[in-house]
């Protein structure tokens, strides 16, 4: 029974995520922050899947490290997008 809350409760948050990726297209903050939620969500049912396994936890240790690298990127686009435009939001530039 315990197995199924430790599984279960990540999944719920991780589409909860999904969602709010999908819904707040508004600001790129938003979605940036929905991304690490969803990051956050992916490691922590690595971490269940490992520790369920007995396996070492070192692939999970290399994971934590490439999804901060990730949010170092998402911050600096979200700087230079805010020094170039004046704000995060994606309906005031266009592609062209």
């Known amino acids: 029974m315990i197995m199924i809350l430790y599984w279960m409760l990540p999944m719920i948050l991780f589409i909860f995520g999904l969602f709010c990726f999908v819904s707040n297209r508004k600001h790129l903050l938003s979605m940036l922050l929905s991304l690490e939620f969803i990051v956050l969500m992916l490691f922590f049912m690595l971490f269940i899947y ?3 396994l007995s396996y070492e ?3 999970s240790m290399m994971f ?3 999804s901060v690298c990730e949010g170092a990127l998402g911050l600096s686009i979200l ?3 805010i020094r170039t435009h004046g704000n995060d939001y994606f309906q005031s530039f266009s592609i062209m």
């Open 50 to 52: 490992l520790n369920l």
């Open 57 to 59: 936890i070192y692939f």
């Open 64 to 66: 934590l490290t490439f």
């Open 79 to 81: 700087v230079s997008m």
